[in-house]
């Protein structure tokens, strides 16, 4: 969901979601909890002065989000509209985190930028505090020219309200309008697709499928349908308003939010509800897509929308705007008419014809007339498959790490000179690619492949690597061509083939060899030729049979050629792939490999070992840190390569849940502790890593002490005991011999040693870095008034210390092993007085049940 403006060209991979909130509520909000608590805390305000703020973020939009190994890429033209992106802070103020907005929503990814605002990736912690499998949200984040005006928040905040109450699954889903301070943003839907716009610049030379454009009209004129059905006019419709999902549905995005809609609406609402401000005079609008009305700044009708729609209908079909962008009131001055879709049947071509009348009146009157005349004669695509020019190359899963980036102050338009700079080489690397993988020489051919050598030399300079290499490609291409033309006697191609090829290279030597050879190939042609004139009338039979085994071999040579070449582009996107970057997109790879051995079955035998060693390699790296990635990788590997005994051979081994490089972040959070899976049991104790010192190798140590609850569910299963009380609490009135079966159990539930702590490894985890105590921690206290002690508390209740430890003094003494093998009560219990309880407080432990005696365990790392 981005709002990029007419020519954005924002890389988006949005989520899909099939959930749509009744009525006005938020599908989103949850009781807060822990992490979000937590969240809060981290985005308390900083000491800084507000006026440093002011100077380091200027902007109010722009977003530092947290930062992911891949970072999603973006690309905006520039005559993209101008947003502001940075947050001031007030004189005064302290600043706060630029990532986090009311304390719920932590900005992850920019996703895209347009005129009305940025667009982020955001994970919501009220989502994750309720366990949602999808935390993830997109926030746009409104830009000042919206906020400067004062009508505008309270009338984008009434048409979000009216865009909540559209269920349709051809509109993506509003949840929210809010403020935080300064920032204006509303949340919405994330989905997995790509947008319309990207997909018409693919197919800007011919248009898209036939049978994809008419379940994307039929899409988009059902959202039309409902939505004014509801009097919610868009008044900004346009193909960057539009995404078609990975499931191939359509979904119209910022529905009523680009225009304040006034006259349409007879709802039964109060008159102070009747929204006023019009958005329109914000630039919101994009012109291409204005109908002529809009740009006279007349009332909102559902014809300026059928407008946009009858563009977006021949933008589909031919991959350029009706009227070549042209503005409607020019269009219309210079009497434009859009050019006939040949393809299209006499009603379709009429409904669009309709559509695109600069007129209202002679506009078609209603988006249901439009799709009736439309598909007339024709049956509904939906529930048809997406066809695979959608499908994304995608690995599935990513872990990421969220740690704060230092903050790069970087001017806006620098930022935007450098997309600018990326767009541009990416279409160059497409172009290159293209002139590459068809090498056929026509002028056009040759004139495209200058003007792009040229331009990649003003945007990057002569001395770049890259540049070099793919000059050094068409270099050996135009040599290759020029050998061909020589020996086939195309000689005046050869000549002004060796002329165009002296623009990429700096060394002639091999071209003035093939002068030499074109030179010496002319002086045999005009022996030949006179040789022939004076023997034409004896030869011509021969020279006819000479002429036919030429062109023979020039097909045959042809086709060589084309087959190598085919070849060699196939056999270059498999090493490509296997070059182990990041991971291996299977399907692509085996579209190459099948290329490959349909092209030739011979050549390609002599190149599947090494093919197969690579894959082999880029599995076995990917295990090291993705198993489960590389397990799924393997198994397509050998459906392309079937009884493979290499592949087979490759063992992965499962990554350690409780890694050493969790050591000493205990108390940091989610995502600081571990816990292993057990077979055939779920309650599992949660673990923090300790760090290694001196003859103290790391371990993990349980964060709680073992609870009813955990103890429990080992007794059901062995019936070897049973516990009483609250779930909650810690385990007590339990034998040494009863603890070692449950930490035995533990250890073969989980694959992983379970023990008890020495009493040097409990003391050591935990005093932690500073060996301070919980001043509030369940030891006996009788003074002034205050009592504490005499029961049990819950596990969870204390402070924890700086590696995660809590209640690791009172509540349940726990039992450790002392040098000698005996047991030692550690800690003092909830009936030991409070001056007492300290890291040297041990007694000698026999080993039998008491109600004051816990434990907590030691799992040993890999």
């Given at each position: 969901m981005n709002d990029t403006g007419d020519n954005d060209k924002t890389h988006f991979k949005p989520r899909e979601s099939n959930r749509v909130p009744e009525n006005n509520s938020d599908a989103t909000r949850v009781a807060p909890q822990g992490a979000l608590a937590k969240a809060q805390q981290a985005a308390a305000p900083a000491k800084n002065p507000g006026d440093a703020l002011n100077s380091e973020f200027p902007d109010k939009t722009r977003f530092v989000p947290k930062q992911n190994p891949a970072t999603a890429k973006t690309e905006i033209k520039s005559d993209v509209t101008r947003v502001n992106s940075r947050i001031p802070a007030k004189p005064g103020a302290e600043a706060k985190d630029p990532s986090l907005l009311k304390g719920r929503f932590i900005l992850e990814d920019l996703l895209g930028a347009g005129g009305m605002g940025v667009v982020y990736k955001a994970k919501d912690l009220l989502k994750i505090e309720a366990q949602d499998r999808d935390p993830y949200v997109a926030i746009k984040v409104l830009t000042d020219e919206f906020k400067a005006h004062p009508e505008a928040f309270i009338a984008l905040q009434r048409e979000s309200r009216k865009t909540q109450r559209i269920a349709h699954p051809n509109i993506v889903t509003v949840f929210d309008f809010d403020r935080d301070g300064d920032t204006v943003f509303m949340t919405m839907e994330y989905l997995d697709g790509k947008p319309l716009d990207k997909l018409i610049n693919q197919?800007?030379?011919?248009?898209?499928?036939?049978?994809?454009?008419?379940?994307?009209?039929?899409?988009?004129?059902?959202?039309?349908?409902?939505?004014?059905?509801?009097?919610?006019?868009?008044?900004?419709?346009?193909?960057?308003?539009?995404?078609?999902?990975?499931?191939?549905?359509?979904?119209?995005?910022?529905?009523?939010?680009?225009?304040?809609?006034?006259?349409?609406?007879?709802?039964?609402?109060?008159?102070?509800?009747?929204?006023?401000?019009?958005?329109?005079?914000?630039?919101?609008?994009?012109?291409?897509?204005?109908?002529?009305?809009?740009?006279?700044?007349?009332?909102?009708?559902?014809?300026?929308?059928?407008?946009?729609?009858?563009?977006?209908?021949?933008?589909?079909?031919?991959?350029?705007?009706?009227?070549?962008?042209?503005?409607?009131?020019?269009?219309?001055?210079?009497?434009?008419?859009?050019?006939?879709?040949?393809?299209?049947?006499k009603h379709q071509w009429r409904a669009i014809e309709k559509a695109l009348a600069f007129e209202r009146e002679d506009r078609i009157q209603s988006v249901e007339l439009f799709w009736e005349e439309f598909s007339r004669k024709q049956k509904s695509y939906w529930g048809s498959i997406l066809i695979s020019l959608l499908i994304l190359g995608a690995a599935a899963g990513a872990y990421y790490q969220f740690k704060p980036e230092p903050v790069q102050t970087v001017s806006?338009?620098?930022?935007?000179?450098?997309?600018?700079?990326?767009?541009?080489?990416?279409?160059?690397?497409?172009?290159?690619?293209?002139?590459?993988?068809?090498?056929?020489?026509?002028?056009?051919?040759?004139?495209?492949?200058?003007?792009?050598?040229?331009?990649?030399?003003?945007?990057?300079?002569?001395?770049?690597?890259?540049?070099?290499?793919?000059?050094?490609?068409?270099?050996?291409?135009?040599?290759?061509?020029?050998?061909?033309?020589?020996?086939?006697?195309?000689?005046?191609?050869?000549?002004?083939?060796?002329?165009?090829?002296?623009?990429?290279?700096?060394?002639?030597?091999?071209?003035?060899?093939?002068?030499?050879?074109?030179?010496?190939?002319?002086?045999?042609?005009?022996?030949?030729?006179?040789?022939?004139?004076?023997?034409?009338?004896?030869?011509?039979?021969?020279?006819?049979?000479?002429?036919?085994?030429?062109?023979?071999?020039?097909?045959?040579?042809?086709?060589?050629?084309?087959?190598?070449?085919?070849?060699?582009?196939?056999?270059?996107?498999?090493?490509?792939?296997?070059?182990?970057?990041?991971?291996?997109?299977?399907?692509?790879?085996?579209i190459a490999i099948t290329k490959l051995r349909s092209l030739n079955m011979t050549r390609y035998q002599k190149e599947e070992g090494n093919i197969v060693v690579s894959l082999a390699g880029c599995i076995q790296k990917l295990g090291a840190t993705f198993p489960d990635r590389a397990e799924v990788i393997k198994r397509q590997a050998l459906r392309l390569f079937p009884a493979n005994g290499l592949l087979e051979k490759i063992v992965i081994a499962a990554r350690d849940p409780c890694s050493s490089t969790l050591a000493g972040l205990g108390s940091r959070g989610m995502g600081s502790t571990c816990r292993d899976k057990l077979t055939g049991a779920t309650k599992a104790p949660a673990l923090v890593v300790v760090p290694a010192k001196g003859s103290i190798k790391s371990f993990a140590i349980g964060k709680f002490e073992i609870s009813v609850d955990e103890m429990n569910e080992f007794c059901r299963q062995t019936s070897q005991c049973s516990l009483t009380g609250d779930a909650s609490s810690p385990a007590t009135n339990i034998s040494a011999a009863n603890i070692t079966a449950y930490l035995k159990w533990l250890t073969d539930k989980s694959g992983h040693q379970y023990r008890l702590p020495t009493l040097a490894e409990w003391q050591y985890a935990a005093k932690a870095t500073s060996a301070t105590t919980d001043p509030n921690r369940n030891c006996k206290l009788n003074s002034r008034g205050i009592q504490k002690g005499n029961a049990l508390n819950k596990i969870t209740l204390g402070q924890q210390n700086s590696w995660g430890l809590v209640n690791y003094l009172g509540n349940a003494r726990e039992l450790v092993m002392d040098p000698g093998g005996r047991y030692l009560a550690v800690g003092g219990s909830y009936d030991t007085e409070m001056a007492e309880c300290s890291f040297n407080n041990q007694i000698t432990h026999a080993g039998s049940a008491d109600q004051f005696t816990g434990f907590r365990v030691i799992r040993t790392l890999q």
């Open positions: 197919y800007r030379s011919m248009g898209l499928p036939a049978d994809e454009v008419f379940k994307i009209l039929e899409g988009i004129s059902a959202a039309l349908i409902y939505a004014h059905g509801q009097n919610i006019i868009h008044s900004d419709f346009k193909p960057g308003n539009i995404f078609v999902s990975n499931k191939g549905v359509a979904k119209v995005i910022d529905f009523g939010i680009a225009r304040a809609v006034a006259k349409v609406e007879h709802r039964e609402e109060s008159l102070d509800d009747k929204t006023v401000f019009d958005a329109g005079n914000l630039g919101a609008l994009t012109p291409a897509y204005a109908s002529l009305e809009m740009l006279e700044g007349k009332s909102p009708d559902v014809r300026d929308d059928i407008y946009a729609l009858g563009c977006i209908a021949y933008e589909l079909y031919t991959g350029v705007h009706p009227f070549n962008r042209v503005h409607a009131d020019e269009a219309k001055r210079q009497k434009l008419k859009p050019k006939r879709i040949q393809e299209l049947k806006e338009d620098q930022v935007r000179s450098e997309i600018e700079k990326k767009l541009r080489m990416e279409m160059i690397q497409k172009t290159l690619a293209e002139l590459q993988q068809q090498p056929n020489f026509s002028p056009e051919w040759e004139a495209l492949l200058w003007q792009t050598i040229q331009e990649s030399r003003q945007l990057l300079g002569t001395a770049d690597t890259w540049l070099n290499s793919q000059e050094v490609i068409f270099f050996e291409l135009y040599l290759g061509k020029i050998k061909t033309a020589i020996e086939t006697d195309d000689l005046v191609n050869a000549e002004l083939w060796i002329v165009n090829a002296k623009r990429y290279t700096q060394d002639n030597q091999k071209l003035d060899e093939l002068s030499n050879s074109l030179a010496l190939a002319k002086e045999n042609q005009r022996k030949r030729e006179l040789e022939l004139a004076q023997q034409k009338a004896a030869q011509a039979a021969d020279q006819e049979r000479l002429q036919q085994a030429r062109q023979e071999q020039q097909q045959k040579d042809a086709v060589v050629v084309r087959q190598n070449a085919d070849f060699d582009t196939a056999l270059e996107n498999v090493n490509r792939q296997l070059a182990c970057k990041s991971t291996i997109d299977m399907r692509d790879l085996e």
